[in-house]
């Protein structure tokens, strides 16, 4: 019997978070700064929705959960680490993330520095250091796809593009193309990757699913900046409507807050569309979809 | 006929130029001003010590060297990373490397952050992306060996290790804990990469080359110390004296220049030791070591 929605997604996110507490060197561990920064940086944080989504493309896949595990925490240690660098001064200079002081304020700017540095660089050795495939080419092709997604022509490019038009009026397109770097490629890779654990999808299913999540990446995005627009600052957890006042471009700004409700409506009933074609094996795609799409932080 | 150490290192120098020439994206590749500072951190820059010791650990090995190319490129991106962020204002606030304006200083902070992050990651795409061994499961080995030399238990773990105490006295011991880290663990990757990307050497004989690299890691620090000490601004392409400014402790501040002088002589001696068994097949890697020990700058 297919488990509800809600006791599925928290035993992952608990896995996601035993795996992570065992894995990140111990506070113990010299240099012992920088591994509580670490700990603190990643654990007990956020709605894991990255995670949830490997292990749902996993389900999709039917791949071994203790493989996917892996992948979601790579994953998952990829998207911290560009957190903590992106709440430093030099980027939007952030002091609340999860409703806790972000990593540079709890500790100091280069153990910060240094915090994303590391997140980063453990996402790999993960990646290289456990079986993920039954073939190995197979697991380097899961290394490329997340180190693509995730440099300067993926999510830290999305990061410099973004930067690069603070205060200026982006067009939709503009818009849009920042959105696909900066958060959709990770959120793409980690649905690839979930489906990668196991060789059960051909080709034809596998374009189809990142279809899927390039879908998933974007409405995301502008469900995160409608709720920017409308949420207080003790709901969301981190500093609400700093879009607006940065002045940065958001789809609320350039759509209004109705428009960008619609937009994220019409991207969730096409990455439901092709979900349709998978039928009851996407049962856990279609429900972290609509979490996300109905999430309120 | 063995060429002449000058022109086979600077045929290496030109082959890791070109690759990385080619490899990082375009100028006009957007994020444009991303690219640029990549480009600008990685290309025409240093002596490329990391990438000589991983040809000559390739030379060793038999391996190809369109191979080690790949992986010195990979180490070389590492390491240019790690200078791009070592010198923002939060860290070691210097405005001058390899003879011009450190990268913040040259674009800006959150370009600096982000030109760090982003060759960070391509280096693990470079390692995916090639074939560098016969057996995918050696080339997964050898990117698990990259990231460890270069995350919070190797590289950067050296460097929160030196953070956390600067304008304290270090021991000897400590001194060194820190530069097997900070230095040493990103050398032995360059050697024991060039040497795995072909499978002639046995456990042995990577258990002694490895050894070597250890020896060869710490002296390069030692030297570096000295080189520091001594050296004018002008002749080291970097701000000279910052380690007795910034009250950092050092082999000289410990040692004196003296004793510290016969350190790296001493551990020059037991590297040429280890390559001796190696026979004729080491003669780069004993030229390069003393290319590094012999340096001026």
Same mark, same amino acid.
């Given at each position: 019997?297919?488990?509800?929605?809600? %006791?599925? *997604?928290?035993?992952? &996110?608990?896995?996601?978070?035993?795996?992570?507490? $065992?894995?990140?060197? *111990?506070?113990? +561990? /010299?240099?012992?700064?920088?591994?509580?920064?670490?700990?603190?940086?990643?654990?007990?944080?956020?709605?894991?929705?990255?995670?949830?989504?490997?292990?749902?493309?996993?389900?999709?896949?039917?791949?071994?959960?203790?493989?996917?595990?892996? /992948?979601?925490?790579?994953?998952?240690?990829?998207?911290? #680490?560009?957190?903590?660098?992106?709440?430093?001064?030099?980027?939007?200079?952030? /002091?609340?993330?999860?409703?806790?002081?972000?990593?540079?304020?709890?500790? =100091?700017?280069?153990? *910060?520095?240094?915090?994303?540095?590391?997140?980063?660089?453990? *996402?790999?050795?993960?990646?290289?250091?456990?079986?993920? %495939?039954?073939?190995?080419?197979? &697991?380097?092709?899961?290394?490329?796809? !997340? $180190? %693509? $997604?995730?440099?300067?022509?993926?999510?830290?490019?999305?990061?410099?593009?973004?930067?690069?038009? /603070?205060?200026?009026?982006?067009? !939709?397109?503009?818009?849009?193309?920042?959105?696909?770097?900066?958060?959709?490629?990770?959120?793409?890779? $980690?649905?690839?990757?979930?489906?990668? +654990?196991?060789?059960?999808?051909?080709?034809?299913?596998?374009? @189809?699913?990142?279809?899927?999540?390039?879908?998933?990446?974007?409405?995301?995005?502008?469900?995160? =900046?409608?709720?920017?627009?409308?949420?207080?600052?003790?709901?969301?957890?981190?500093?609400?409507? @700093?879009?607006?006042?940065?002045?940065?471009?958001? #789809?609320?700004?350039?759509?209004?807050?109705?428009?960008?409700?619609?937009?994220?409506?019409?991207?969730? #009933?096409?990455?439901?569309?092709?979900?349709?074609?998978?039928?009851?094996?996407?049962?856990?795609?279609?429900?972290?979809?609509?979490?996300?799409?109905?999430?309120?932080?």
């Amino acid at each position: 019997m297919t488990t509800d929605f809600q %006791s599925w *997604a928290s035993q992952r &996110q608990i896995a996601i978070e035993t795996f992570l507490n $065992a894995r990140l060197p *111990a506070v113990d +561990c /010299v240099p012992v700064r920088l591994h509580q920064a670490m700990r603190y940086s990643i654990l007990d944080g956020g709605k894991r929705v990255r995670p949830l989504l490997a292990f749902a493309a996993g389900e999709l896949s039917q791949a071994d959960e203790t493989r996917v595990t892996v /992948v979601a925490a790579a994953v998952e240690l990829i998207h911290g #680490y560009s957190l903590v660098h992106d709440d430093m001064p030099c980027m939007d200079n952030d /002091v609340l993330r999860r409703g806790k002081p972000t990593c540079h304020v709890e500790f =100091d700017e280069a153990t *910060a520095l240094l915090t994303g540095d590391s997140l980063q660089t453990l *996402a790999f050795e993960l990646l290289a250091e456990r079986k993920l %495939s039954d073939n190995a080419e197979t &697991q380097l092709a899961m290394i490329k796809q !997340l $180190a %693509s $997604a995730s440099g300067s022509r993926g999510m830290a490019g999305g990061q410099a593009f973004d930067l690069d038009n /603070v205060g200026r009026m982006l067009t !939709l397109p503009e818009l849009e193309f920042m959105h696909i770097h900066k958060t959709g490629a990770l959120i793409r890779a $980690a649905v690839m990757l979930g489906a990668h +654990c196991s060789n059960v999808l051909n080709a034809a299913q596998l374009e @189809k699913l990142d279809h899927f999540a390039k879908c998933v990446g974007l409405a995301f995005q502008v469900v995160d =900046d409608v709720l920017d627009a409308e949420a207080s600052t003790a709901t969301l957890g981190k500093t609400a409507g @700093k879009d607006a006042e940065n002045n940065k471009p958001t #789809y609320v700004s350039i759509l209004g807050i109705r428009e960008a409700r619609a937009l994220a409506e019409k991207l969730q #009933y096409d990455a439901d569309q092709v979900l349709h074609e998978f039928g009851e094996a996407a049962i856990r795609l279609r429900q972290v979809t609509d979490f996300i799409i109905k999430r309120k932080f």
